[in-house]
């Protein structure tokens, strides 16, 4: 048995039985192995930002890392991107980049790049596997540290002989380390600020406090204590909806951040970091919350978060008293013009039970969140790393970890553009994902950061770098191209009924939504 | 004046006028700086491999450096593989890459990351710029180090106060130093070997030894001493066709190429390397020349090639020596079944004089170069750094740069996949680009790939991650989702009929050849 064989068997008896991959010449030994070993799903992507992007939606979902296949470090590089947003979402994910034959490299042939140095900057583990020997123990240990608290990226780099020397077989896989539980006394600590000051007070959390448990305990914490709960501004999946209490977000824009958090006297942090600006601005505060608020680092993002939450249910003896839940409730259907508004109305009212939100919708989709609330329970997904172009791929991880479930992705055509071949592994896969397009025609949010910044009156060649409506792209084409059938909708009567045969269609389409 | 007008006007003095950009937040600064200074043409590009893929193009035909505009981090990583192809073709480019400000850095916002970090695997010349004071000076150094032989990348990171905050105007550029001359005793010696066993060696030419001044004097020296001359295998740009000595190419094959260097017995390198395989094989050497051939280094790519190869035909006294001129000769049109040949049959009869053509066909586009060879005198541009996606950015690119020439781009369909995106700026500008896509549905080479590595037979799984027709891709829709015309060609007589019809319109088009 071969390097690759004994890491592709390594990794199925890991549990890392899916493999999103845009393979080159030095990945074909893996790829012929695939043929040799059960139980790996493979699923192509055309871009490599496609296929991380995937993984890391699969990941949020699945709770569990998928690999990524990819072809040295130019493969690598065109990943990037979305490793970044991966890495800013804590997502497990175990990166399989393939390189020259050890002794190929000292002839530094056309491909040649210093691939350790390409993923280090969004990497928590790098190895270059020196034979085929080690690959599989070398396996096992990317899969442990991509498992280990609070979920990292773990880049394993394949010289092609380490793939197609006789290797060992496979390696059994180390349980990656328990995640740590906060101190007593830091509980204690927190408790006590809370019963001083509940009122005063804001639990600011993220992570795995985010899942049904985590933001249960903290609605009990608020119920008992007045005190208040926000996520961070993104996030990597948030279990929300009707029946469940209900968290808002910080605000992305710096004034309304600022003055959503000016009355606060304290901040209890659970996994969450104080919350900073997206972006600096001239004459504006980096930091968000208000001069002399005291901040409370109950735990850190790699800690338990929901065990931290329950914890502090307890302390403050709220372990009974029932969170405030969110009644079922969903917008009506707007009619006429469809303004961003009436888009938010038309997913309020439609989205599905059980849905997977895949949020990239930039300018378009700040009334998103406030619109769903009280829609079924479902799952938000939002881009953490700032890194646009992770909606459409990460909808199609997400749909390949939950076939049974629609997954929505709500896309900028900004943002939608930079990864715009997902579209194709949507379509090879018969996935369940409804996409909209958002078609405002412009990078929107970078009309208002040019405001932001201090330039009022743009001139031409300013509003040309920031406007894509010369041509206007067609979505509608576009998807067909990829083998996804599309339609346009420029009334919010036409949102409506697009939007609610494609919930219940199966297989991808896509809706260009022209607001 | 700010830190970024200062920095616009030291690029424009510095004769950077053509910037590619993609830009966010933390440059709307710059953004804002292009309405106020004359001079600077911007290019907006839907992706950051588009951005800088574009500016190898540009910088290939205009041999000068553009630059381009990109988003922190993120940005930079999505053009990082184009990036790699522009270094291995020695091409200049001043890349422009935003950051947070200096001061919010420390909050480790989401999109923070290590920039340096991202750029050094693909810059020669790195440089964060601390304050608004320094930048102009920085941008004149990043132009100097771009220009500095053989082209250069430099990567200046632009912090948003930087930016922002009152600078010192305009820089002036210092001139590169010159490109240094080879040694006489090199040239003597080389001459020597060439006197004494001429039809045994082999002069491989690379870089501006690919030039009308380079090949000319590298046919003189043939002409006299009986040696051929060869080009690496992928080079930046070649002038070439009818009325010039024509230049073949070390065959990208590891069993072509070694069959067509077997009998050589001594190798004269000019700017190229000795020749090794783009991967390496089992059982296959990485050396493509035989044991025991002598390589005698003449010239490195930094030094001036032309001026060695000018000196070493004098040194043998081939100063007058009529080199052998390639003749004007034509393939005749191919008629019936649409195959590579045919295809290729008709680039050679269509290809109009002055032709920029982007040659990323990959398997498909092995038959163009000789197809081509006496056709109007034409320039031919390669992906030189095996990162496929380069094709449609670089035709774009050169189109800018060559506004009266007509540009092919020969695309292979799973390499255009990658920065698909382009066609949008072809549109946008209304470039003279006929992209003609080779749809063979699959990665062909790839299948070559895997029975050269050992596996005979793929099972379905190996051939899923190699074929690209379920669903099939449709170029026109994708095109057309673009704003760019497109047609379908199924048959040689339908791609004579449509490609003479795209030289001959003005604008941007597309052909799906269906092969």
Redesign the interface.
Known sequence: MNGAESLVRTLVGGGVDVCF?N????E??F??A??RVDG?R?V?G??E?VVTGAADGYARMADRPAATLLHL???L??G??NL??AR?AFTPIVNIVGE??T??LQ?????T??IE??A???SHWVRTSPSAEHIAADGAAAIRAARTSPGQIATLILP??TA?NEGTGPAAVEPPPPRSKVAGHDIRDAAEALRKDGAGTLILITGQALRLAGTTAAGRIAAKTGCQVLAQ??NGRVERGAGRFSVERVPYPVDQALARLKDFRQVILVGA??P?????Y?GKP??MTPPGCHIIRLATIEQDLVHALEWLADEVAAKDTPPKLEPAARPGLATGKLTVDAAANAIGALLPEGAVVCDEAVTSGRGLFPFTKGAPPHDWLQV????I?LGLPMATGAAIACPDRKVLALEGD?SG??T??AL?TQ??EGLNVVNVIFANRSYA??RG??A????QN?????L???T?D??????????????VPGSRATTADELNDQLARAIATPGPCLIEAVI
């Open positions: 991959t393979p080159g010449t030095s074909m030994h790829v012929a695939l043929d790996m493979c192509l055309l871009f930002g470090g130019a493969g590089g065109n990037l991107a970044h947003n800013r020259h034959a002794y190929h002839h530094d042939a056309p491909l790049s210093d140095g390409i280090r900057p969004v092609a002989d197609w501004t993104s970091k104080q900073v600006g997206f972006f600096a001239p980096s930091v953490t790393g700032g890194a172009g900004g553009m930079y715009v071949q194709w379509a090879r949010i970078l950061e040019l932001n910044v201090g330039a743009p001139g031409r060649k300013a040309d770098m920031l894509l010369r041509p206007t792209l067609d979505w509608v084409d576009m998807a067909r191209g990829m083998g």
